[in-house]
């Protein structure tokens, strides 16, 4: 019997040499795969509350932050500039609203959200929300959230708090219907050169949060995959204790052989591509964006403990372009990606 993409994916979880290297993450325009794999996860999609959107096109969330696009995010949305939401941390409890969860279907939005899942042939990926770190920036900036963490740190725990009853009473009922097999905690907590805070601001401030909300994965069996960019590795031991195995997207960064090294297959990391580098540069020539690819595999496919991610940023302008560009990373991880473990032996 042949095995399928979800089947192999779990053999990397598991702490296994894969039958070939699995792509986990996002693939822009799927459709110049020639040779059409199945995806070999997808992520739910829950719709809780109706979407809205700004006069811009932006949209809205659920607490007022408006959101716009860029060119150098490639079309995707970041807080507006200079029109945020929370001026003094101290006043939160007047400006950060939940909405009400009573009268919400939760098997029947859970059934919605994979419908568009073939269980058989991928896994199913649960992720949670921003993050606190993150939604402390969203609210006030990152000047103001910076300072508001320095200087009323019990302000803003209490905020997290708040945040956190929300968002696992969310996660403890959808869980039980969409029954996912991995569960992702997102904190974008660091710059490419370091964190935006210290690691013992992070273990006293955010931790907590992080493995509580964990905690609803690892209960339920999931294995939990940690999203989080930049330079961030200083922290992964304390990721590891609340039961992180994977980690997304692993920048170049961080001391990646050396993190393979330590953690060998227990922390997959998906990943690993340089995603600022000339390679994901528009106008990047075929060799070279090949050769990257064939880098990237080499450097951290040997034995098991990863995935393959590697994707386009930037504008996008000349879509034939980005097109021909995303055909070549996807074509080369066809041939060499997976065929890899093949010609290893």
């Not at 009323?152 to 009922?173: D, G, H, N, R």
């Not at 660091?190 to 909300?213: C, D, G, V």
């Amino acid at each position: 019997m042949t095995m399928t993409e979800r089947e192999n994916l779990l053999r990397v979880a598991n702490g296994q040499e894969p039958a070939w290297l699995p792509r986990k993450g996002i693939v822009p325009y799927a459709d110049v795969d020639p040779e059409e794999h199945k995806p070999c996860c997808l992520g739910a999609m829950p719709m809780l509350f109706p979407p809205k959107t700004n006069a811009k096109g932006g949209r809205i969330d659920i607490f007022g932050v408006e959101y716009e696009a860029t060119d150098s995010t490639d079309g995707l949305q970041l807080p507006m500039p200079n029109h945020f939401i929370l001026d003094d941390v101290t006043k939160w409890r007047d400006v950060i609203k939940v909405p009400s969860l009573e009268g919400i279907d939760w098997r029947a939005v859970a059934e919605k959200s994979v419908a568009h899942i073939d269980r058989k042939e991928s896994c199913v990926s649960m992720g949670t929300h921003v993050g606190y770190f993150q939604h402390l920036m969203n609210f006030m900036g990152f000047t103001e959230g910076l300072i508001a963490l320095q200087e009323e740190p019990e302000e803003v725990m209490e905020l997290y708090a708040y945040l956190a009853e929300f968002y696992e009473t969310i996660s403890k009922k959808l869980i039980e219907y969409i029954k996912p097999d991995f569960y992702g905690i997102t904190d974008d907590t660091a710059t490419a050169r370091s964190p935006f805070i210290s690691n013992e601001m992070y273990r006293k401030m955010i931790k907590p949060f992080h493995a509580s909300l964990a905690k609803i994965g690892v209960d339920h069996g999931c294995f939990i995959e940690m999203h989080n960019c930049g330079r961030c590795e200083d922290v992964i031991d304390d990721w590891r204790e609340f039961g992180v195995s994977f980690w997304n997207p692993a920048q170049v960064m961080n001391d990646l052989p050396g993190i393979k090294k330590k953690y060998g297959n227990s922390l997959v990391l998906n990943g690993c591509w340089d995603s600022s580098g000339p390679a994901g540069w528009p106008g990047a020539k075929e060799e070279l964006v090949r050769q990257a690819v064939r880098d990237c595999i080499d450097a951290y496919a040997p034995g098991g403990g990863f995935c393959f991610w590697a994707s386009l940023y930037g504008s996008k302008d000349n879509e034939k372009q980005a097109r021909q560009h995303a055909f070549w990373i996807t074509d080369e991880y066809n041939k060499y990606g997976r065929t890899f473990y093949q010609k290893q032996g």
